[in-house]
């Protein structure tokens, strides 16, 4: 029997950060999990992610991550990105790191 | 050490000329994504959990005062300040940006410093014991073998698309401080009859499979390695494996073969190859023998120490040099509770200083993720502790339990299944509040974030892997690993402990370990031979409950 359908995001890396990104509701990507589209259903989940998978120039390897119905990480993996490393205070969810900032596209 | 020629120099150049335009074209839209991966990974430039990581080698563990600074400079530039040094004498930057990498390159190569195949299905660093050219106990400086092995090996064309990545190390001291029998290849320098050559060993791997190298050929000509090794990874290339990534390493290969056919085709390889090298190879070794020239050593003779503090850091992190008027002093990366073998910026310009004011401007990285200075006179050691201890590099660890090596976890790394690095901190911090690790003595604790082992957790006294149980952190532990010339793999204590009980568990193996041991003399390693298995499993999985049911039953 196919596994019930469970929430998901489109998430990926960005190509010139490297960084954590999000796909929003209205086609942006965002590096705030909180902001991150909610997918419920697997039609539009698959639609979605040809959709990233379809802006190579801004993001590498998209994929399909498992969230809880409120939009929190289902798997701890998916915690840490979401959140940066646990070993210094200044992953995502410690701000923006020092030196050079992210460049203002995606 | 060694020094870059015109050819080296241009070669250097174009190479990060090349990366430069293929970035260029990645960003402008030319190259996808699946074109560009192999070539980015072909330069060290991997993609993380969090960012780009950029894997710069550093062959065989040696560094200039001038190259450290360099590295400061990129972490400070380009990164977050910091670097985190690796179990393979590399060091990675965990936040560049891909656009800067070509400029990070570049400033690498006027130091003669480059990220080649530090990836890739490619001979890689060639390590070395990190103690080469100042030990005691050394037969013969290793590096210039691991020099010539890291030119043999550079951009060779027939060696660049290997079924799975290689790995050499190279140790001229019969202690073993190489993990040499964890390696594709591993040679051990010996004399016989006056003459120098390598006891070479293959088949060695950590990861899924572990498996301790077999000694192919007692004792190798040093005027032959070249052709033995291209004969050894010319055999490899052919019969490896390439269906299966987890059966592609030549150690699969050494055991689905067996020995004896390796070392037939081995051999056969070799008489084919021998008469090829026409002595350029021999030739080429002499000019770098003559690069890595001892320093002029100055007369090093200190009054006897009596300060406590510096007595016992000079216990712990320095060992006994070829010359008794000077030692070889470890730099601990484990500070209790940082994150092991990571150095920021201004740490890394202060070693450098400090290798300029005291060690002859030498400076070398260990696969212990520690910094050694190699050659300090011992009138110089109470100045530099003091130095290193204002920095936060004082820590009096160097071969303790906190002296751990830990891979970057999934802190960092995509492939891990858990994290290692806040585990090491935790086990630091509480052997640091409970201060048994000078009683505890020589242990060694590896973590590895996955089952791919860069934590070298299958060869450490305590190993630990962390895995993925349903999603959940869960951590395996394996007694009796040994990575050094009595080389053994750890042996699974049962079923594995949760993020918040890892760190308990250890603190049980340990205080077992000291109610049982015959006495100060008797390390961790002899006291798990000794006794085996039953007490440690006792100490980690009976606990009162376990005890009453059994009493019950
Ligand atoms: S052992 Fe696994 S988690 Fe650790 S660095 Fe290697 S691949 Fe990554």
């Known amino acids: ?61 998209a994929y399909l991550a498992d969230v809880t119905p409120d939009g929190a990480p289902a798997h701890f993996r998916e915690a840490f990105r979401a959140g940066g490393p646990t070993n210094y205070p200044h992953g995502k969810a410690h701000g923006q790191r020092p030196g050079p900032q992210p460049s203002s596209e995606a | 050490m060694y020094l870059y020629d015109d050819f080296d120099r241009a070669f250097l150049a174009e190479r990060n000329a090349q990366f430069r335009a293929q970035v260029a074209r990645r960003l402008d839209g030319s190259l996808t994504e699946d074109e560009f991966k192999p070539l980015r990974l072909m330069n060290g430039v991997y993609l993380q959990l969090h960012a780009y990581m950029l894997r710069v080698a550093i062959p065989y563990g040696t560094l200039s005062s001038d190259q450290m600074r360099v590295l ?47 990836s890739g299905n490619t001979i890689r660093n060639v390590t070395a014991d990190h103690f080469a050219g100042a030990a005691a106990d050394e037969i013969a400086d290793p590096r210039p073998y691991a020099e010539l092995l890291r030119q043999w090996s550079t951009d060779h064309p027939e060696f660049q698309f290997l079924p799975r990545k290689f790995k050499i190390a190279v140790t001229g001291s019969p202690n073993d401080r190489a993990v040499t029998r ?12 006056g003459e120098l050559g390598f006891e070479v060993i293959i088949g060695g791997g950590l990861g899924r499979t572990p498996m301790i190298g077999k000694t192919i050929r007692d004792f190798l000509p040093e005027a032959d390695l070249l052709p033995y090794c291209e004969a050894i990874v010319s055999v490899y290339n052919r019969l490896g494996r390439r269906d299966n990534k987890y059966k592609a390493r030549i150690k699969i290969t050494v055991h689905e073969n067996g020995l004896d056919e390796m070392q037939a085709r081995v051999e056969e390889r070799f008489a084919e190859l021998r008469p090829l090298f026409d002595g350029v190879d021999q030739a080429q070794l002499g000019r770098i023998r003559s690069m890595f020239a001892a320093p002029e050593y100055r007369d090093g003779h200190a009054p006897a120490v009596t300060d406590p503090v510096l007595r016992s850091w000079i216990e712990t992190n320095t060992v006994p040099h070829k010359r008794d008027d000077h030692a070889i002093v470890t730099i601990s990366l484990k500070a209790h509770g940082a994150t092991p073998g990571d150095a920021t910026a201004d740490q890394m310009r202060l070693m450098a200083d400090l290798a300029d004011a005291h060690a002859y401007g030498e400076l070398r990285i260990s696969h212990e993720q520690n910094v050694i200075l190699p050659h300090v006179p011992r009138d110089a050691l109470p100045a530099l502790h003091m130095a290193l201890g204002a920095a936060g590099l004082g820590t009096a660890n160097v071969g303790l339990a906190s002296d751990i090596i830990a891979c970057p976890g999934m802190d960092y790394c995509a492939l891990a299944t858990a994290r290692s690095i806040p585990v090491a901190q935790g086990i630091a911090t509480r052997l640091d509040a409970l201060k048994v690790e000078h009683d ?54 049962g079923p594995g402990f949760a993020y918040d009980q890892i760190v308990p568990a250890v603190e049980r193996l340990i205080l077992a370990y000291l109610s049982l041991r015959e006495g100060e003399d008797e390390t961790f390693l002899q006291a798990y031979r000794r006794v085996g298995m039953a007490p440690f499993k006792a100490a980690l999985y009976e606990t009162a409950a376990t005890r009453e049911a059994a009493n019950a039953a």
């Not at chain 2, 964890?182 to 009859?193: F, N, P, Q, T």
Request: aromatic residues 6%; contains cysteine; proline residues 3%.
């Open chain 2, 440 to 493: 505890v003595g020589h242990l060694k604790i590896k973590i590895s974030g996955c089952i791919n082992a860069c934590g070298h957790h299958h060869v450490g006294h305590i190993g630990i892997l962390g895995l993925d149980r349903a999603g959940v952190e869960n951590y395996q532990i394996t007694l009796g690993g040994d990575g050094s010339e009595t080389a053994a793999i750890g042996e699974r204590t």
């Open chain 1, 1 to 61: 029997m196919p596994k019930p359908f469970t929430p998901k995001v489109v998430t990926a890396n960005h190509l010139i950060e490297g960084d954590v990104v999000y796909l929003t509701a209205d086609d942006e990507w965002c590096r705030d999990l909180a902001q991150a589209e909610v997918i419920e259903n697997e039609a539009y989940a698959d639609l979605r992610l040809s959709f990233a998978e379809d802006q190579p120039g801004i993001v590498v390897g």
């Open chain 2, 72 to 118: 400061a400079e990129l972490a400070e530039r380009w990164d977050k300040g910091y670097g985190h040094f690796t179990t393979r004498q590399n060091i990675q930057y965990n936040w560049p940006r891909l656009a800067d990498i070509p400029d990070m390159l570049d400033r690498l190569g006027d130091v003669n410093l480059h990220a080649i195949q530090t």
């Open chain 2, 182 to 193: 964890a390696h594709d290849i591993g040679l051990v320098l010996k004399e016989r009859g």
